[in-house]
């Protein structure tokens, strides 16, 4: 009987730690619960606040952008509007020395032929420095053959002592802006005789 009972007190004594261990189980799991619970809604909240601090951030950035592209917009117009302000500071200089040139001349003060020549010429060469220094140059094809990208034909002239297509006369000078044709020089350009 003994065996039995110690057997009993045994399986007793196992049931109670099992129950402890069931009872021990189930406050874990509803542990687990409520820290999934509480994760989720951490979670939850955590997502909330990097949503929007990534709309904040979305938004600044586009209020940049705009910023930027109302300030570029600005200065491309800008630069657009005052483009040729530097080749007018460079000129006025000419401008004004024809303007005291002309008045000299509707004053009576110049009345001699070789002064009044002698300051245009050095006025044209003001001009033309400053022409050439913002990199124009003459196109000059007297003598060579006709080349279509810098010449405009006028007229063929029917000639036996050149080649054909030679340009013979340049009737209006041509030029280019570093390397591109501004003006195309127009030419009288010989023919095979008739």
């Given at each position: 009987m ?12 196992n ?7 069931k ?31 990534l ?19 600005q200065e ?11 080749i007018i500071?460079e ?5 004004d020395d ?24 050095l006025?044209?060469?003001k ?16 003598g ?9 034909a ?15 006369e340049?009737v209006?000078k ?7 044709v ?13």
């Open positions: 003994s065996n039995k009972k110690h057997t009993v007190n045994i399986k007793d004594g049931k109670k730690e099992n129950d402890k261990s009872n021990g189980s189930d406050h874990e799991e509803y542990i687990k619960t409520n820290d999934a619970e509480n994760n989720t809604e951490e979670n939850n909240k955590n997502k909330e606040n990097e949503t929007a601090v709309k904040d951030m979305l938004l600044r950035k586009a209020a940049e952008f705009e910023n930027y592209k109302r300030r570029t917009d491309i117009s800008n630069y657009i509007k005052y483009a040729s302000e530097n500071k000129l006025l200089p000419v401008y024809l303007g005291r040139s002309i008045d000299s001349i509707n004053k009576g003060e110049t009345k001699d032929f070789e002064t009044l020549k002698k300051g245009i010429l006025i044209f060469d001009f033309k420095n400053i022409l050439e220094k913002e990199g124009l140059t003459e196109i000059n094809s007297l060579q053959e006709f080349n279509v990208d810098v010449n405009s006028l007229m063929q002239v029917p000639r036996d002592d050149v080649k054909p297509n030679t340009v013979l340049v209006e041509g030029y280019k802006l570093k390397d591109k501004v003006k195309h020089e127009k030419v009288l350009v010989s023919a095979e005789p008739l």
